[in-house]
């Protein structure tokens, strides 16, 4: 006969204050994308623990912070002060002070400012903590249909037209999905080189303002895709995905 045992107890809820920031900490804060409600309970407690919030835009931010009624002492923290900011966000860290680096919006260091601090608080052996979240890339793959099992992530390609068509060639035969980044100002163009590059009948997704009022997926064939993005409006990034040349939706 099989001895009886009590029922295990479910594991207690950690008080806040033991989720709260601790010092000397770098907390890596997701932030929303376009909808607030995606911004997670424990994003929203390290923000309003944290001694400091270094961000890519103290008006942005600031804004972020208003509406969900915190109030932290901001700093910049962006792509043309990033080495000198590192330095003094690492200093402060070391002085036992605990920071949040955020992005305007996502995950930072994902095509975003972050990576400097970050590398820069592991030389130094600082804890570094993620506070995951929203990232524009995650959510577009997982709702697009293209394959998801792998994928090479490029950010943002260059400006040039012969970059661009470059990187296409390079990963023509690419066993994954592409997934890259684009502004509204060049969507077109680098649709049509999809289209030239990889051929009309390359399955891709482009997804913008994902989140919001206006979200718009755009997947098919890329020649389909482009004459229905010509009449989209092009307000807003973009999430690019391409899919490998043999895979059929």
């Known amino acids: 006969m099989t001895a009886m045992t009590e029922p295990t107890a479910?594991?207690?809820?950690?008080?806040?204050?033991?989720?709260?920031?601790?010092?000397?900490?770098?907390?890596?804060?997701?932030?929303?994308?376009?909808?607030?409600?995606?911004?997670?309970?424990?994003?929203?407690l390290i923000l309003s623990t944290v001694d400091l919030v270094a961000c890519e835009d103290t008006r942005t931010t600031g804004a972020l912070l208003t509406r969900?009624?915190?109030h932290r002492p901001l700093v910049p923290y962006h792509d043309h002060n990033e080495t000198a900011a590192a330095e003094q966000l690492?200093?402060?860290?070391?002085?036992g002070q605990s920071v949040a680096i955020v992005s305007d919006a996502g995950t930072p260091a994902i095509s975003d400012p972050g990576f400097r601090v970050v590398?820069?608080?592991?030389?130094?052996?600082?804890?570094?903590?993620?506070i995951p979240g929203a990232c524009a890339v995650a959510a577009v793959l997982?709702?697009?249909?293209?394959?998801s099992d792998g994928f090479l992530f490029a950010g943002f390609l260059p400006a040039k037209t012969?970059?661009?068509?470059?990187?296409?060639?390079?990963?023509?035969?690419?066993?994954?999905?592409?997934a890259l980044y684009e502004s509204c100002h060049r969507i077109d163009k680098f649709a049509a080189e999809i289209a030239a590059?990889?051929?009309?009948?390359?399955?891709?997704?482009?997804?913008?303002?994902?989140?919001?009022?206006?979200?718009?997926?755009?997947?098919?064939?890329?020649?389909e895709v482009e004459a229905r993005l010509a009449k989209t409006s092009l307000k807003g990034e973009f999430v690019v995905l391409i899919a490998p040349a043999d895979f059929v939706l």
């Open 10 to 44: 479910p594991a207690a809820t950690p008080a806040p204050d033991r989720l709260a920031a601790r010092p000397g900490h770098l907390y890596v804060v997701a932030t929303p994308i376009g909808n607030l409600a995606d911004l997670t309970e424990r994003a929203r």
């Open 197 to 223: 590059t990889l051929g009309p009948e390359r399955i891709v997704c482009l997804a913008k303002e994902v989140t919001k009022l206006h979200e718009t997926f755009l997947v098919g064939p890329a020649a």
């Open 68 to 70: 969900l009624g915190l």
């Open 162 to 178: 012969s970059a661009r068509v470059a990187f296409l060639e390079k990963y023509r035969d690419f066993d994954y999905t592409l």
């Open 90 to 95: 690492v200093a402060r860290l070391h002085e």
């Open 119 to 130: 590398r820069a608080c592991r030389r130094a052996a600082l804890p570094v903590v993620p």
């Open 142 to 147: 997982s709702a697009s249909g293209l394959p």
